[in-house]
């Protein structure tokens, strides 16, 4: 007789059509889903963003901090603290916490032991994320006409969804791009791609100052 999956197992594996493997090395997806406020579609998302971006970012470190570059290393290594954290990769941040706090007492001879444990539980999640793969796009909708109110009233919702609703503000983020990428004002699609970079990275003080930008951009070509 076949046993039936429960249903916390099944919700793990596939809503709404958006497949999750059963577990992932060195992630905890229960803890993942749930500051993904159980949207498997965003946590998939992430998760290839973050093996698409941060694979590399051991030995990026390690030449950063090789060059004495403190600064640049300690600060992409608090971005991947909070990407970890936020996706349930818990060893990774424990690892990249302890490797923050080491790099901010700035004693180089700590650096090494650190650095390698770092690249251990890095190592362990990318490795399991490669197998992880993208569902197939939907058919791609028009492009809607350019509609200022439209516009106007998304980027007023993200600025305030940034601070209370950061699930929420991720999908206004993804309804905005096709309203900027129509926009025909300059600068604006390179502006928004980093927002987007900040709200992946879930650096709200960046992404509001950007929106910020933003805003003030989109205002000064209404005039």
Do not use: W
């Not at 197939?136 to 028009?142: G, K, L, S």
């Not at 993200?158 to 991720?170: P, R, T």
């Amino acid at each position: 007789m076949i046993e039936s999956k429960d249903a916390d197992t099944r919700a793990l594996e596939c809503v709404e059509e958006i497949c999750l493997p059963e577990s992932l090395p060195g992630i905890d997806m229960e803890t993942g889903l749930l500051r993904m406020g159980q949207n498997n579609k965003l946590y998939k998302e992430l998760l290839i963003s973050f093996r698409e971006k941060y694979a590399d970012i051991g030995r990026e470190v390690s030449r950063e901090l090789s060059e004495a570059n403190v600064e640049d290393a300690g600060r992409q290594v608090h971005t991947v603290k909070g990407l970890s954290g936020n996706l349930g990769a818990m060893d990774l941040y424990q690892s990249a916490l302890e490797l923050e706090t080491g790099i901010l007492k700035g004693c180089p001879e700590d650096y090494p032991p650190l650095l390698r444990i770092f690249k251990e539980k890095l190592a362990t999640v990318i490795v399991g994320l490669s197998e992880l793969e993208a569902d197939a796009e939907d058919t791609a909708a028009p492009a809607p006409e350019m509609d200022m109110e439209k516009l106007g009233a998304l980027l007023d919702e993200l600025s305030q969804l940034l601070e209370s609703d950061y699930i929420a503000a991720m999908e206004v983020l993804k309804e905005l791009a096709p309203y900027l990428a129509t926009s025909g004002i300059s600068h604006v699609n390179e502006d928004f791609s980093a927002l987007k970079a900040q709200v992946e990275s879930f650096d709200t003080q960046a992404a509001l100052q950007t929106l910020s930008a933003l805003i003030k951009t989109i205002s000064s070509n209404q005039v």
